[in-house]
């Protein structure tokens, strides 16, 4: 039991402790404004997708086109966005509140977090499972994110179909895994030189994204609004892993795709989601506090899923 526990604490515990290392340096003015903008843009455009291309690049062929892994990841994603939206539209009427509500409840911070999470945890058989997640159920995200905010923005911004194919295919993350499938389908090998530059790239994507987003959080403070904040925030790190977790086992995944599921609904609310409803004319406040919210919580509610799901036997 004590094994379990440490192996569970073992696995969470140093990603949240470098990202409160952030929060801390940002608090102390160790770190600037312009400085979390600009590493921002390193992890998204420059570390991350050299990590992402070199999983994809490293792994073998068969654990990329595991094409059920795909399928659940996709569906469940798909039905928790509609299930979310269309449930909570029942209880609130304010648009801008309804589309932060519910994209905080669905959105999940995997490229900065849960990546760095499912590999500390799985290791190499992470690492693919991690690359399928990226490559298919982060352009989903993106694109739920944007129809719900559109739908339920009072700003009158409206957001075209070309737009969203544009965001897709422009997206580095997507152009790293598309990048590394054709040269491993292709059987070509990098220079030595090449891939450790890229290597030392990817080095530092974790650390430096997780600094960051320990850095960006902010929270404003309690209002009025603050219950649909927590109550978006449970449903990210409570109900949405269990769900997933119970709907995937009963489907036949076992070991570490159960672990990748777990993460895929149980990591914090994205700080990306929060500036997209800022931009989009939604509730500004209600989104940020969901991303507070969620990180705190998440750091013990995965801490014990995990422990939970090693102590039964249905990780490893």
């Known amino acids: ?134 490559a298919f159920v982060l352009p989903v995200y993106n694109i739920c994110t944007v129809l719900i905010l559109a739908a339920c923005s009072d700003s009158g911004k409206k957001v075209g179909f070309k737009t969203i194919i544009l965001t897709i295919v422009k997206n580095p993350f997507i152009i790293a895994i598309v990048l590394a499938f054709g040269l491993q389908l292709l059987n070509i090998r990098l220079p030595f030189a090449i891939n450790h530059t890229v290597r030392y790239g990817a080095n530092m994507a974790t650390a430096l994204a997780l600094i960051c987003l320990g850095a960006g959080m902010t929270f404003q403070g309690f209002d009025a609004k603050f219950k649909y904040a927590l109550v978006s925030s449970l449903i990210k790190v409570l109900v949405l892993p269990i769900l997933f977790v119970v709907a995937g086992y009963m489907m036949g995944f076992r070991g570490y795709d159960i672990a990748a599921f777990l993460i895929l609904g149980g990591i914090p609310s994205a700080i990306a989601g929060y500036a997209m409803v800022v931009q989009m004319g939604g509730d500004g406040y209600i989104a940020g506090t969901i991303v507070v919210i969620s990180t705190l919580f998440s750091a013990f509610t995965l801490t014990i899923f995990i422990y939970i799901l090693r102590t039964l036997g249905m990780l490893g």
């Open 1 to 134: 039991m004590l094994e379990n526990f440490l192996f569970s604490l073992n696995a969470v515990a140093p990603l949240f402790l470098v990202l409160l290392l952030g929060y801390v340096l940002k608090k102390k003015n160790f770190l600037s404004d312009g400085f979390v903008t600009t590493g921002n843009k390193v992890v998204f455009y420059i570390a991350l997708p050299a990590s992402i291309f070199l999983n994809v690049y490293s792994a073998e062929l068969g654990d990329l086109l595991d094409w059920g892994f795909v399928a659940f990841a996709v569906g469940a994603s798909l039905i928790a966005f509609f299930a979310i939206w269309l449930i909570s539209a029942l209880f609130i009427k304010d648009k801008p509140i309804l589309g932060a509500f519910a994209q905080g409840a669905f959105r999940g911070n995997f490229a900065f977090l849960g990546m760095p999470l499912l590999i500390n945890l799985a290791g190499e058989a992470g690492e693919a499972r991690a690359a399928l997640i990226m």
